[in-house]
């Protein structure tokens, strides 16, 4: 199984990247949200986060492998899981993928079947199935692809994972935990350990 592909970005044609890895070239398929992101990046070196799998129909014996990429191995494990949903699969989940990772997260997360049905291929009903199957699943990728985002990189990943851990076990929800942590990430304070976290989010409060 190919988990990693790293390699010169050579051309992005519709919902393929083509990448140049020594002397052999790679399609790698790539949601809209990926697409938009690798765009600055053509003729760079560039490296994807890969699952692979076949696409055919296997009574008919025609079988052709194909490998999709995502530019962090959260955005991968996101997309693993929302091929798990019944009615989902591949090509859709690859459709329904055209925005970050965290917006879907906190859709799901917030049981907004609305905003879920407004993504390609969506419609009501599978939203539903999306936050009934995956639902409490989702507070770990609004937090773990929000730390990418500008303001929210000065809490280490081990810091916001112990917060978000304390703040459920003092009796919030996993919706009200991740907003508390994001509204004192924004303000681009470094934090050394969980209890400054913490301070900070209940000194905004008051």
Known sequence: MITRISGKLLALRGEAATLAVDSFHY???????????????????VSLFTVDYLEGNPAHGRMTPRIVGFLSEAEREFFELFCSVDGVGVKKALRAMERPVREIAVAIEEQDAAALSTLPGV????????????????????????????????IKPDLVAEAFGVLRGLGHSESDARRLIESVAATKTKFKDVQEVLLAIYQQRK
């Open 123 to 154: 419609g009501p009903a599978l939203a539903e199935r999306i936050i009934a199957k995956l639902r409490r699943a989702m507070a770990k990728f609004a937090l773990m692809v929000a730390r990418d985002e500008p303001g929210l990189a000065d």
């Open 27 to 45: 399609e790698v398929l790539v949601p809209e949200h990926t697409r938009r992101q690798l765009q600055a990046l053509l003729q760079q070196d």
